[in-house]
């Protein structure tokens, strides 16, 4: 196999480079300072997340991505409240948020959408939530509905859905309640790759169309660099943050670019960035048994 | 064929579903006809049709075989005129048709006293008895239910207590119920409360416990707080299975009832199968025990249907 010649990840086109001056003289919306996490286990003391920080500007879209193990979910459970960390800050819009709210809108990757109510009504919840009247909430959550194509379901109830659809809605019920940020975990993970790649598109074309910053947190290499506009890359034990990569890859973004160079140099680095090559091969490795066990007159020798 | 029939944890298609339905309730019956009606199966008694020379003979004496057969040695022995009889159930097995017929008699059988009652009155105020035990029950226990499954603090503070007393027997509290209460329903269903209500509270608080909880958490970032979580989302998300427990503990509650009925003035359907045996009238115990099955059956098909009405949502979940 012969290796590409790629370019580097920190190489910018200009139109690239002028797009990310632009969006850091963007509003912050969401800025994490000095973010520890540490749980109690039998085995001591386990640090989840070390000395997080980082700035997400409006309508921004970002990735976050790590090994099994960084804490990627502790973190975006943090930031929507839904566990406390240990120490350090986080604000929105400049202000220290504690606990959850529905200015953080949160997609989960197992839909988490109400069984008892129809789309309609799911999508309506937080309406209802925040005070909103029964016909404009109706109103309101019909158009979210729209927005993700779900008209023709608003009635029905989310065991009818496909998994694809359960997400649109649940990616309308959080959209709905217009947050400041919208927290996705890992939100595509149970879906197969067809639908991902679909889910992807529609998601590019939300965001591009709305209000909305987003903080999304997938282990999907192709489908970071694909979304985000920067990833957060942490590290596990403890998760710590390793890099923050401006995606090279021009906006806006196709299926196309998943072969261009930008996107492939993008991929190299995370590569090296979450496998490291191992420093001691053989050792304590994870391998199998394997003896040949084909009978030497059989038919098919060799699958070579 | 037999892949189809014994495939595991396959369902079976709807004929052979039914057909085996059919088969649980007529199996049984089967067998107890074939008791009945084949005289070598098992018939260990002899009923008397012609006393002959026996002095403590009478038409229609039921004796054990063994007996039978010694007298009839005897009389032989004796050369005076030999028994005669048929083979024959104990009285406490009736033949099915016997039962059938005493379906239709035990509600037009008079009372044998003043102070008894018909049949449909037992059973009216044993379902009477049972309604308000479950309702007196149900409307402090699943309240008391769902907030120790929702609010640990409850939880801590209720379960101890109901723990202990859940092991205390309900009957047990038969006589101090009847000091307390009086000798007429209120002891009975007294009973029936305590035997529901301890038992109620750690079923329903454990379905709650058990929503699921990223639910709860998918709420509170849509903005539902306190009051709003427990009646937009614990309530409904458990009320399916709400429904199911409270079926299951209606049955339990029927099993109180026959030490309810016994305690102050004796009444209800279970009295009436004290006495109807104490008459040694088996088939009207027979006809009563299967009215109980056929009332509680009924119910729990009917709160079945019910709730795929209430609840459509849990309806196409069963379909699809």
């Known amino acids: 196999m012969h290796h590409l010649e790629l370019p580097s990840y920190l190489e910018q086109a200009p139109e690239v480079r002028d797009r990310f001056d632009r969006l850091k003289q963007r509003p912050v919306v969401l800025e994490v300072k000095d973010l520890n996490k540490t749980f109690d286990s039998r085995a001591g003391e386990v640090t989840a997340l070390k000395n997080i920080n980082f700035k997400t500007h409006k309508r921004e879209f970002v990735c976050v991505i790590g090994p099994s193990g960084c804490g990627k979910s502790t973190l975006i459970r943090i930031l929507a409240g839904l566990e406390t960390p240990t120490s350090g800050q986080m604000l929105l819009d400049g202000k220290e948020v504690h606990g959850p709210g529905p200015d953080r809108g949160m997609v989960f990757q197992g839909y988490t959408l109400f069984p008892w109510l129809t789309v309609k009504k799911n999508v ?32 029905s109830y989310p065991h009818q859905l496909s998994g694809g659809m359960k997400q649109r809605v649940a990616i309308a019920r ?28 529609y ?43 401006e995606v090279p890859v021009p906006q806006p973004r196709n299926p196309d670019q998943l072969l261009s160079p930008e996107f492939l140099a993008t991929k190299k680095r995370l590569e090296e960035l979450i496998h490291p090559p191992e420093a001691d091969e053989g050792l304590n490795e994870d391998h199998l048994n394997m003896v040949r066990m084909v009978s030497v007159d059989d038919e098919v020798e060799s699958v070579f | ?97 016997e039962v059938a017929v005493a379906f239709y008699t035990a509600f037009t059988t008079e009372p044998q006293r003043r102070n008894e009652n018909w049949l449909h009155e037992s059973l009216w105020s044993s379902i009477q008895v049972i309604f308000w035990g479950f309702f007196i029950s149900s409307i402090i226990g699943v309240p008391i239910g769902i907030l120790c499954g929702t609010y640990d603090v409850f939880s801590r503070l209720f379960e101890p207590f109901v723990e202990f007393f859940r092991y205390l027997p309900a009957p047990a509290f038969g006589a101090l119920a009847v000091a307390i209460l009086g ?100 088939d009207n115990v027979f006809a009563a025990i299967m009215i109980i099955g056929i009332i509680g059956l009924t119910t729990d098909l009917l709160l079945a249907w019910l709730g795929k009405r209430i609840f459509p949502w849990q309806r196409a979940a069963a379909t699809a």
């Open chain 2, 183 to 282: 000798i007429h329903a209120a002891p009975k269903i007294a009973i029936i409360f305590i035997g529901t209500f301890f038992q109620q509270i750690l079923v329903v608080s454990n379905t709650t416990r058990k929503l699921d909880p990223a639910l709860l958490e998918a709420a509170q970032t849509l903005g539902a707080k306190n009051l709003s979580m427990l009646f937009r989302v614990v309530i409904p998300g458990i009320i399916t299975d709400l429904y199911k427990d409270m079926r299951i503990l209606l049955g339990w509650a029927w099993t109180y009832l026959i030490v309810a009925e016994l305690i102050g003035t004796s009444s209800g359907i279970t009295w009436f199968i004290t006495q109807q045996a104490r008459y040694k009238n088996f």
């Open chain 2, 1 to 97: 064929m037999a892949n189809q029939w014994f495939a595991v944890r396959k369902e079976l298609k709807s004929r052979p579903r039914t057909m085996m339905a059919i088969l649980s309730f007529v199996l049984p019956l089967l067998i107890w006809s074939a008791v009945s009606y084949i005289p070598w199966l098992w018939h260990p008694m002899m009923s008397v049709t012609e006393p002959g020379d026996v002095s403590y003979f009478k038409v229609g004496t039921l004796v054990e075989r063994t007996v039978f057969d010694q007298e009839v040695l005897n009389m032989q022995q004796a050369d005076k005129a030999l028994p005669q009889g048929d083979r024959a159930n104990p009285v406490y097995l009736p033949a099915p048709h």
């Open chain 1, 124 to 155: 309506m919840f937080g309406l209802e939530m925040a005070g909103r009247g029964k016909l404009p909430a109706e109103e309101e959550a019909l158009q979210w509905i729209d927005l993700v194509g779900l008209s023709k379901f608003a009635n």
């Open chain 1, 203 to 245: 998601l590019l074309e939300i965001w591009k169309n709305i209000d909305i910053t987003i903080l999304f947190i997938t282990h999907d290499l192709d489908e970071a660099i694909y979304l985000a506009d920067r990833i957060l890359v942490l590290k596990a034990h403890p998760g710590e943050v390793q890099e923050l990569i």
């Open chain 1, 174 to 201: 959080a959209l709905a309640n217009q947050p400041r940020i919208l927290l996705m975990d890992e939100p595509f993970g149970a879906l197969d790759a067809q639908t991902r790649a679909k889910m992807q598109s």
